[in-house]
């Protein structure tokens, strides 16, 4: 995962609150097998609208998401991430997350950014008003600025997901910083006992093999 420590660029702003992740990226999307292409899912349904924000030229490029409250309420599907990172968005602002997608969004390294409500309101209408506005996010330091709309604030992250972000670390990531210790404690056990290096196969067998005899008769 790619370590982000600032994102600076325009933004989108989506007036609608309570977008839940079916509106994000429809269900139809989700029998795709690679990760990549949702970005053309995204919003899908709503994109039909000719007005729809995301067919303005206008906010073409931007690499935030100004949304109102209650952002990515719903099912937990991981895909509402992958389309918003794959449609070009590095951060989402809102005052409120669902708890399920701002996890998410941290895993995978999209910065989600919950802000007071005033501020988020005045970003919106900094952001309608003129497109060219740009949007800092400093994840280090957990401020938002947009110098140009005289905005500024600070938000609020837990101390392990905004290290997680800062240092680029996804789930496979944190886990291979412990190799060695995992290494040295498998190296330690029992060599009859399962290890991180068997094979469900093996156990499948001998599994088979048992009920095998139990069935056969006396």
Same mark, same amino acid.
């Given at each position: 995962? !790619?370590?982000?420590?600032?994102v600076?660029?325009r933004?989108?702003p989506?007036?609608r609150?309570?977008?839940?992740t079916?509106?994000i990226i429809p269900?139809?999307?989700l029998k795709r097998?690679?990760?990549?292409?949702f970005?053309a899912?995204?919003f899908?349904?709503?994109r039909?609208?000719?007005?729809?924000?995301l067919?303005?030229?206008r906010?073409?490029?931007a690499?935030?998401?100004?949304?109102?409250?209650?952002?990515g /309420?719903?099912?937990s599907r991981?895909?509402?991430?992958?389309a918003?990172?794959?449609?070009?968005?590095?951060?989402?602002?809102?005052?409120?997350?669902?708890?399920?997608?701002?996890n998410?969004a /941290? !895993?995978?390294?999209?910065?989600?950014?919950?802000?007071?409500?005033?501020?988020?309101?005045a970003l919106?209408?900094?952001?309608?008003?003129?497109p060219?506005?740009?949007?800092t996010?400093?994840?280090?330091?957990?401020?938002i600025?947009?110098?140009?709309?005289?905005?500024?604030?600070?938000f609020?992250?837990?101390?392990?997901?905004?290290?997680r972000?800062? !240092?680029?670390w996804?789930?496979?990531?944190?886990?291979l910083?412990?190799? !060695?210790?995992?290494?040295?404690?498998?190296s330690g056990?029992?060599?009859?006992?399962?290890?991180a290096?068997?094979?469900a196969?093996?156990?499948?067998?001998?599994?088979?093999?048992?009920?095998a005899?139990?069935?056969?008769?006396?």
């Open positions: 995962m !790619k370590a982000v420590q600032v600076t660029g933004a989108v989506l007036e609150s309570d977008v839940d079916d509106q269900s139809d999307w097998v690679e990760r990549t292409g970005g899912g995204l899908a349904e709503w039909d609208d000719r007005a729809f924000v067919n303005d030229e906010y073409a490029g690499t935030i998401l100004v949304a109102g409250p209650n952002f /309420t719903g099912s991981e895909h509402a991430v992958w918003l990172m794959d449609y070009g968005f590095q951060a989402v602002v809102s005052p409120r997350f669902g708890d399920i997608f701002r998410n /941290t !895993k995978q390294g999209l910065v989600a950014v919950a802000v007071e409500a005033e501020l988020g309101e919106l209408r900094a952001v309608c008003d003129d060219s506005t740009e949007i996010i400093d994840v280090a330091r957990g401020t600025e947009a110098p140009s709309a005289g905005l500024a604030g600070s609020p992250m837990d101390d392990f997901d905004r290290e972000l800062v !240092k680029g996804d789930d496979i990531g944190l886990t910083r412990h190799e !060695k210790d995992i290494e040295r404690y498998e056990r029992a060599t009859w006992l399962p290890s290096a068997g094979t196969g093996a156990v499948g067998t001998a599994g088979a093999v048992g009920t005899r139990t069935a056969s008769p006396t």
